[in-house]
């Protein structure tokens, strides 16, 4: 059987504030991970600074994939449907166990029909209370629009946590200078830009302070000059480069062509 690993800070303060939001999009590795320690930081009595007891009725029950109120809801042959999302829609209107909360993780979002994402948009829109509605999904831009603004987009890359660390003050905020001044750029001195870091752990260190910065602005921590689709674009984009700058690409290249796809998303 799994077990629980230690809920997000971001979310657990959340959680402990009374600010929790009633729609997730989850991304990364540990999205499912996340969903059902949210699920049981939520439900679970002895729950302890965002961890889960793990041997209660709740949290077994949890991890066991047979609590009433933590429903998983799978694609029905590679598409999620309408069917699927009324019946959704039917359980998200019962009231919870013990004054619990109810919550609904909806695998491969973006397999998602349009009449089932339509459908989803009118519980995100009324959203029952103590219901909370996690959408997990590689591809958080095939989400329809109205869909993605009703959710607040967190990823769990394995890679960012590890490597969080790595990650100073100053990367970040150099990072989000650079975000913040690109669209006033030539396209010249964006591809100065992308060539200002030669050594590939620079450019690894310099792409993951654009990923974090990218992060911050999908979770609303800091603003960019960029819509929100686009937001999430360019963070599955930098996150791509990263895998790949380890692998034997030709690293100039794949430098100018990540920042003139930033440089391409940013609003004018
Ligand atoms: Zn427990």
């Excluded at 004054?99 to 993780?105: D, E, L, P």
């Excluded at 989400?143 to 394995?158: D, E, N, W, Y």
């Excluded at 984009?237 to 920042?259: P, Y």
Aim: contains cysteine; hydrophobic residues 45%.
């Amino acid at each position: 059987m799994a077990d629980f690993s230690q809920l997000n800070e971001l979310l657990l303060n959340q959680i402990n504030c009374g600010q929790l939001s009633h729609a997730y999009i989850f991304r990364g590795q540990q999205a499912m991970e996340q969903a059902l320690s949210l699920a049981a930081n939520l439900n679970c009595p002895h729950a302890d600074y965002g961890m889960p007891c793990g041997s209660c009725t709740v949290c077994r029950n949890i991890l066991a994939g047979t609590y009433p109120d933590c429903h998983i809801v799978e694609p029905d042959k590679g598409t999620h449907r309408l069917e699927g999302m009324k019946t959704l829609g039917a359980q998200a209107g019962l009231s919870s166990m013990d004054n619990g909360w109810k919550v609904f993780i909806i695998t491969q979002a973006e397999k998602m029909s349009v009449e089932a994402a339509n459908n989803l948009l009118k519980l995100l829109e009324e959203p029952p209370a103590q219901t909370v509605f996690i959408l997990l999904t590689a591809q958080p831009e095939q989400l329809l629009p109205t869909v993605l603004s009703r959710c607040q987009l967190f990823i769990f890359t394995g890679d960012l946590n590890h490597r969080q660390g790595e990650i100073d003050d100053i990367t970040l905020n150099d990072a989000i200078s650079l975000l913040m001044e690109l669209p006033k750029m030539h396209i010249y001195e964006v591809l100065l830009k992308a060539r200002e870091k030669e050594k590939r752990d620079e450019q690894r260190v310099f792409l993951l302070g654009l990923l974090h910065a990218l992060h911050s602005a999908a979770i609303g921590k800091i603003s960019l000059p960029m819509a929100y689709a686009s937001i999430l674009r360019s963070a599955t984009m930098v996150e791509s480069s990263l895998e790949l700058i380890d692998n034997n690409v030709n690293q100039k290249l794949l430098m100018d062509v990540v920042l003139l796809r930033l440089w391409q998303n940013c609003e004018r």
